[in-house]
């Protein structure tokens, strides 16, 4: 009796310490986010006080509709929205077929295809960017939203993570589709797909959030503010003898918000594809 009530307090007492130690990381990484969100709201003088204030007093919100008439902010807000949608539909279908293709069609060099895709992942986009830059520059979509989108319309991380999650398939699920006279293109878009429904919506998530945060491939491709997104277009607060501090904190928190609100809608099928992916 006294073994299982000391099991019991020391799993009570394990739990309490492992939801402390989440509780204090979760505090650590709000902290960035609460300072931004404070600063928004602050008057410019208060903005570099030393010791700084949490509380912003008074606390002007008008820094928000400021933010949105200094700057071409619904602008900036349309294309980074017309950039995402087509970068994550490109990546849906385009790693998901090559995805599949790696999982479940043998072919010749299909190994060598996917160290390549490996390699890739360990390649940063500083090291292509000047290749990139000449190959857009020659096809004249500098200034476009096709520069803006064609180099982000597959994903080495997508491709992995899609062949990963039709491994997990078990392969008499395909084995009964071809006895039963189903083609390869049926699988795939009626048995493949649907059956990896979380890990495709983990992938739109992901790619989503690389896009709409993009701040390089933007500032190498877009000159013209028409075509700016909103990572390059809050630079603007930074100017070099001056910095707007509370209007670039409130045109970051705005930036945040439609990322935010699709987490925490999707949280619950993100979770699940990661959690899936690997699994085999």
Same mark, same amino acid.
């Given at each position: ?101 790696? =999982?479940? !069609? $043998?072919?010749? &060099? +299909?190994?060598?295809? *996917? ?8 390649? %940063? ?51 009964? =589709?071809? !006895? $039963?006279?189903? &083609? +390869?293109?049926?699988? *795939? ?8 429904? %979380? ?51 409130? =045109? ?29």
């Amino acid at each position: 009796m006294g073994g299982s009530q000391s099991r019991g307090f020391g799993n009570l007492l394990s739990r309490g310490i492992y939801i402390l130690i989440l509780t204090f990381g979760a505090m650590v990484m709000l902290i960035p986010f609460l300072w931004t969100l404070s600063t928004s709201l602050k008057p410019l003088s208060q903005a570099l006080v030393f010791p700084p204030h949490w509380v912003p007093h008074p606390v002007l919100w008008g820094n928000y509709v400021g933010t949105w008439d200094t700057v071409p902010m619904a602008q900036w807000f349309l294309n980074s929205a017309i950039v995402s949608i087509v970068v994550v539909i490109g990546n849906l279908v385009l790693d998901s077929l090559a995805g599949y293709a790696l =999982a479940r !069609i $043998d072919f010749r &060099g +299909r190994s060598l295809v *996917f160290f390549g895709v490996i390699a890739m992942l360990m390649i %940063p986009f500083q090291s292509i960017m000047l290749p990139v830059y000449i190959v857009l520059r020659s096809l004249g979509l500098i200034n476009s939203y096709a520069g803006l989108i064609l180099p982000q319309l597959v994903s080495a991380m997508g491709v992995f993570l899609m062949r990963q999650a039709f491994l997990a398939i078990p392969r008499e699920v395909e084995e009964s =589709a071809i !006895i $039963d006279g189903a &083609g +390869r293109w049926r699988i *795939f878009w009626q048995m493949a797909l649907p059956m990896v429904g %979380p890990s495709l919506l983990t992938l739109a998530l992901i790619i989503f959030m690389g896009s709409w945060n993009n701040f390089l491939l933007p500032l190498l491709v877009a000159n013209n503010q028409n075509f700016w997104t909103l990572p390059l277009g809050i630079v603007m607060f930074q100017q070099q003898y001056y910095t707007n501090w509370p209007y670039l904190m409130a =045109a970051a928190v705005m930036a945040t918000i439609p990322i935010t609100i699709i987490f925490l809608v999707f949280q619950r099928w993100f979770i699940q594809g990661i959690s899936t992916t690997g699994m085999k």
